[in-house]
């Protein structure tokens, strides 16, 4: 059993995206603009993407190399 709001917010969401914003949102970039600077977001998406990229030991964070994939090293021998 799913509990409602599991139900409701993504189908408000949809909504909201779909018919709604297209409306409201003419109206309200002028302000978004004044207090969200676009050299901000810049900023910040340049500083959050060099912190993930990083390695560790030579292997990325999800386990894979830095030349290819990871093989499965660690299937049984028969």
Same mark, same amino acid.
């Given at each position: +059993?799913?509990?409602?709001?599991?139900?409701?917010?993504?189908?408000?969401? &949809?909504?909201? $995206?779909?018919?709604?914003?297209?409306? *409201?949102?003419?109206?309200?970039?002028?302000? *978004?603009?004044?207090? &969200?600077?676009?050299?901000?977001?810049?900023?910040?998406? $340049?500083?959050?993407?060099?912190?993930? /990229?990083?390695?560790? /030991?030579? %292997? +990325? %964070? /999800?386990?894979?190399? %830095? /030349?290819?994939?990871?093989? %499965?090293? #660690? $299937?049984?021998? #028969?």
């Amino acid at each position: +059993m799913v509990c409602i709001p599991c139900i409701v917010i993504p189908v408000l969401l &949809w909504v909201y $995206k779909r018919f709604l914003e297209p409306i *409201i949102y003419p109206f309200i970039a002028p302000f *978004i603009n004044r207090f &969200w600077r676009k050299e901000a977001v810049q900023e910040a998406q $340049k500083h959050s993407t060099t912190e993930c /990229n990083g390695t560790a /030991n030579g %292997a +990325m %964070a /999800n386990g894979a190399t %830095a /030349n290819g994939p990871k093989t %499965a090293i #660690d $299937k049984k021998a #028969d």
